[in-house]
């Protein structure tokens, strides 16, 4: 017996967006009233798996599984009704009401420390921009001025500079803001030193460029070295909010436009989305790496069928294209056909782009 108020599930289930949910994990195609896919929970090619989003509930008609939302997290998930429903609850935001008071405390506990993560990370981004505006930041500034990123551009991305040293941020969020330190380290920002003796930042002397959910929050960072650094370029670890396979770059800023374009370009690099944008090819995102995983190209499909793979003309970038299309193949009873860009001469599109424009590439 659950020990969450009636109240509770009531709000989860009539906010939470059974479209949303299931189109995260299937990729559904509209057919009449309802959305068709691939059932999750049992092998079979068929489009047997129906969501009717009129009564929010879904049903498998081969199977024979269904259920509203939380019934379906439950399942996809492996979790138990109250965990569902505590996590529903969390993404819509319902108040939790009249549990057990260890439970209660609990949850608020785990909201709290979401959201001053959050937080967090946003106030790691306003830092990092504004160090790119200060005598420190030159360098990068110079690099983004030959790379002819304009300063509208610059704003628009939030990018930003993460001074040298080794606690300009620590400084910063610690002693300036009074964060709770676990609570930095555990948004990717800062790392303990070993043996004790306080921490010390993540990120120095890189361009950081603010990686936002779908929810346009910002989660992490991409960092590129302006040096001879290795690696050239440093995401965030892998935090509560930061999994580099569920999530794409620049998609906060591209989804409407795929929408309206009817047309997702997946790139390979940060640049080039930037780059893109910049030339008003707006409809562009990149994978966190060469790899384009199911998770990504579901977002991607929930907002258009049609997608181009444009990759660097290299090894890495020919197979990350072949395994990405070996995926849509999967999916070829939904009429889904991705197609390849090969730019001549080897270019990636920012190189490309600087050369011949917007109209070229798009032709």
């Given at each position: ?5 009636p ?6 289930r009539?906010?939470?967006?059974i479209?949303?949910?299931v ?20 092998q079979?090619?068929?489009l ?6 009129t009564?929010?509930f ?7 599984v269904?259920g ?13 009704y109250t965990?569902?429903?505590l ?16 439970q ?9 420390q ?11 981004a306003?830092f ?6 200060t005598?420190?930041?030159?360098t ?15 704003a628009?991305?939030q990018?930003?500079?993460?001074p040298?040293g080794?606690?300009?941020?620590v ?11 676990p ?16 921490y ?8 950081m460029?603010p990686?936002?959910?779908?929810r ?19 995401n ?5 909010f ?6 794409l770059?620049?998609l ?10 009817d047309l997702?370009?997946v790139?390979e ?9 910049q030339w ?8 966190l790496?060469?790899?384009?995983g ?5 977002q991607l ?8 793979l444009?990759f ?8 990350a294209?072949?395994?990405?299309v ?5 999916l ?11 730019i ?5 599109p ?12 798009l032709d």
């Amino acid at each position: 017996m659950s020990a969450l108020d009636p109240r509770t599930i009531d709000g989860v289930r009539q906010k939470a967006d059974i479209f949303e949910l299931v189109s995260e994990r299937v990729v559904l195609r509209k057919t009449g009233k309802d959305f068709r896919g691939q059932c999750p929970f049992h092998q079979g090619k068929s489009l047997s798996f129906s969501v009717n989003t009129t009564n929010n509930f879904y049903k498998c008609f081969s199977c024979g599984v269904g259920g509203d939302s939380i019934n379906f997290l439950m399942r996809i998930d492996q979790c138990s009704y109250t965990d569902a429903v505590l996590t529903l609850a969390r993404r819509y935001n319902i108040p939790v009401m009249a549990q057990e008071p260890a439970q209660r405390a609990e949850f608020t506990r785990q909201l709290a420390q979401e959201q001053q993560i959050l937080e967090v990370l946003q106030q790691a981004a306003l830092f990092y921009r504004h160090s790119l505006d200060t005598p420190t930041g030159q360098t990068a500034q110079e690099y983004l001025k030959r790379r002819g990123i304009t300063s509208e551009t610059q704003a628009q991305f939030q990018i930003g500079y993460a001074p040298p040293g080794w606690n300009a941020l620590v400084t910063h969020l610690l002693d300036r803001k009074r964060y709770p330190a676990p609570i930095v380290e555990a948004a990717g920002l800062i790392r303990a030193r070993q043996g004790g003796g306080g921490y010390y930042d993540y990120f120095r002397n890189r361009l950081m460029l603010p990686i936002a959910d779908g929810r346009g929050r910002v989660v992490g960072f991409g960092a590129r070295a302006l040096g001879e650094e290795q690696p050239k370029y440093l995401n965030s670890p892998e935090t509560e909010f930061f999994e580099k396979s569920k999530l794409l770059y620049g998609l906060d800023r591209a989804r409407n436009a795929i929408a309206k374009q009817d047309l997702a370009i997946v790139v390979e690099g940060y640049f080039d989305v930037i780059s893109l944008h910049q030339w008003g090819v707006t409809h562009a995102v990149a994978a966190l790496g060469t790899a384009l995983g199911e998770y990504q190209v579901k977002q991607l499909l929930r907002l258009s069928p049609r997608v181009v793979l444009n990759f660097d003309a290299d090894q890495a970038g020919e197979k990350a294209a072949e395994r990405a299309v070996e995926y849509f193949k999967q999916l070829g009873n939904l009429g889904i056909q991705p197609r390849v860009l090969h730019i001549p001469e080897g270019k990636d599109p920012d190189e490309y782009l600087q050369t011949h424009g917007a109209d070229r590439y798009l032709d």
